[in-house]
Each structure stands twice: as C-alpha cells, then as structure tokens.
C-alpha cells in the first residue's frame, strides 16, 4: 500500500510516497521528492522608507522571530537589544552592533530565519 505526505523541510515543500509493507524481508523502495511549488511567503514585513541601511544585522543562526524590540526610526545604543530569536528552544537577544538609527526591520514575529540572514539595517 502506497500512501502520500506532504513534507516541508527548511522552507521547501515536498510530496512523498512511502509504501508500506508488512514484512522484514521485502527490500526497502525508495522513492523520489518531488518539489512543490512553494506556499506562498508571509508579507514583507514594514519598513521606512529607505530601509536599506548601511550595517546590516544578521541572524547568527537559524530560528524563528519571537519579538521585535524596536521600530524604523529608533536611535539604538551599541549593544540595544533589537530582536529576539529562538534557537534550540533558547532566546537570544540581537544586539545593535553600534550606534545608530534603526533603517529598517526586515523581518515580523514569527518569521522563521536562516544563518545569515538580514533582520535588521542601521545607519
């Protein structure tokens, strides 16, 4: 018996058949992934105008959005908490990494994020 999941593996959707079988002597089948078009993304977060800054925030590891601390605007401190991300069921605060003014937030709570990616620009 043949039976199909649907599986999302770090952001890319995947249908999967898996069959089933009753004994441990039938040999192993595998089968395929095939990609599915992808779900469609969450809205882009706000911004201000011209958000792109000069010093860019990163994620340092992958996770998910739990709190955004400032706005687009704000003057931050060298070492302001900007974000907090969940990674390994621990919170982690993102820092400014210097003085400056928020340019934009580039990510919402909830959002799920990579190693490297930009979450925050400052100027």
Known sequence: MMKSYTITVNGNVYDVTVEETTGSAAPI????????????????PQ?????EGAVKVTAPMPGKILGIKVNA??????GQVLLVLEAMKMENEIVAPQDGTVAGIHVSVGSAVEAGDVLASLN
């Open 29 to 44: 089948q595998r089968t395929a992934a095939t990609p599915k078009a992808a779900p469609k993304a969450a809205p882009a």
């Open 47 to 51: 911004a201000a105008a011209g958000s």
């Open 73 to 78: 605007g704000d003057t931050v401190s060298k």
